[in-house]
């Protein structure tokens, strides 16, 4: 099974803030990479796929790229509804996993 | 637009079978464009991918449960179903239902909380 290890596990920045949150897989992936996020008591919503795909109805400020096992997420402008948890998802081969999620706090 | 709706006992006791279903709005569960998933979820944890179908027939189980799990589907009633047997406290979770358009779940259910206790 392919293991992915999302960093940081958590952070907190300032509205108008650029984020960053990364992505390691344990293998390659190739560009079969997902990231959702998750708001509390919520399912998670689907955010970008396909590593730099953005979903209909996902802001621009959201943005992602990288290739086999790095991948990162971007937030250009933090907004304060971008609170939540954020994870990875592999889509190369079954079973799909999930990295443990980074917990991003609005200051 | 498409809606799923997951449902069952929000309480199993440990050795018996966990059933939910997932009622599909706005789609149809006989659609060959999509496969139907399940994931769960620990409190405090990431999801875990449990399987998916595809109106075919054709399944796709995490090896970690599949000798417990089986996904069907009705099309009558425009569901699928999970059924995972002998649960333990490990198997609590939040469950959820999802559609994957080829292998990106683009549409989940809003989950249903799984508790297995005496």
């Known amino acids: 099974d392919i293991q992915m290890t999302q960093s940081p596990s958590s952070l907190s920045a300032s509205v108008g803030d650029r984020v960053t949150i990364t992505c390691r897989a344990s293998?390659?992936?190739?560009?079969?990479l997902n990231w959702y996020q998750q708001k509390s008591g919520k399912a998670p919503n689907l955010l970008i796929y396909?590593?730099?795909s953005l979903q209909s109805g996902v802001p621009s400020r959201f943005s992602a790229s990288g290739f086999g096992t790095d991948f990162t997420l971007t937030i250009s402008s933090l907004q304060p509804e971008d609170f939540g948890t954020y994870f990875c998802?592999?889509?190369?081969?079954?079973?799909?996993?999930f990295g443990q999620g980074t917990k991003l706090e609005i200051k | 637009q498409v809606q799923l709706q997951e449902s069952g006992p929000g309480l199993v006791k440990p050795s018996q079978t966990l059933t939910l279903s997932c009622t599909i709005t706005?789609?149809?569960?006989?659609?060959?464009?999509?496969?139907w998933t399940w994931i769960r979820q620990p409190a405090g944890k990431g999801p875990e991918w449990i399987g998916r179908?595809?109106?075919?027939?054709?399944?796709n189980y995490n090896p970690s449960l599949k000798s417990r799990v089986t996904i069907s589907m009705d099309t009558s009633k425009n569901q699928f179903s999970l059924k995972l047997n002998s649960v333990t406290a490990a198997d609590t979770a939040m469950y959820y239902c999802?559609?994957?358009?080829?292998?990106?779940?683009?549409?989940w259910g809003q989950g249903t909380l799984v508790t297995v206790s005496s």
């Open positions: 999802a559609r994957a358009v080829g292998v990106t779940m683009d549409y």
């Open positions: 706005g789609g149809s569960v006989s659609s060959g464009s999509y496969f």
């Open positions: 179908l595809h109106p075919s027939g054709r399944t």
């Open positions: 293998q390659s992936v190739a560009s079969n």
């Open positions: 396909a590593t730099s």
């Open positions: 998802q592999q889509s190369d081969s079954t079973p799909y996993s």
